[in-house]
Nanobody
Framework: VQLVESGGGLVQAGGFLRLSCTAS????????MGWFRQAPGKEREFVAA????????NYVDSVKGRFTISRDNAKNTVYLRMNSLKPEDTAVYYC????????????????WGQGTQVTVSS
């Protein structure tokens, strides 16, 4: 599976962005999807995950109520809508595909995109 993220950029605190991750190479619907992020000098952090059908979703506590993960299997795409952005959300955001639904562990994901930079200014 090849994954390509898009939609990152520079936004002011309180603003919003929508990240997209489009897959190719294998059947997108066979994979659970996750979003992770990595800030400078920090370890990669789980953000959100969605099951194959989209009926099971989970988030890290710090983004609950602000971020929404969704997927469109017909378009081979997973999204991350990010509202009320904060400077601490600044990071490179990665999407990932794996066979274990909803896992917050990066080890559960077999395929990764190249990442997209999100910068939130105060």
């Amino acid at each position: 599976v090849q994954l390509v993220e898009s939609g990152g950029g520079l936004v002011q605190a309180g603003g919003f962005l929508r990240l997209s991750c489009t897959a190719s190479g294998r059947t997108f619907g066979d994979y659970a999807m996750g979003w992770f992020r990595q800030a400078p000098g920090k370890e990669r952090e789980f953000v959100a995950a969605i099951s194959r059908s989209g009926d099971s979703i989970n988030y890290v506590d710090s983004v609950k109520g602000r971020f929404t993960i969704s997927r469109d299997n017909a378009k081979n795409t997973v999204y991350l809508r990010m509202n009320s952005l904060k400077p601490e959300d600044t990071a490179v955001y990665y999407c990932a595909a794996g066979l274990v639904a909803g896992s917050p562990s990066s080890r559960a994901y077999d395929y990764w995109g190249q990442g997209t930079q999100v910068t939130v200014s105060s």
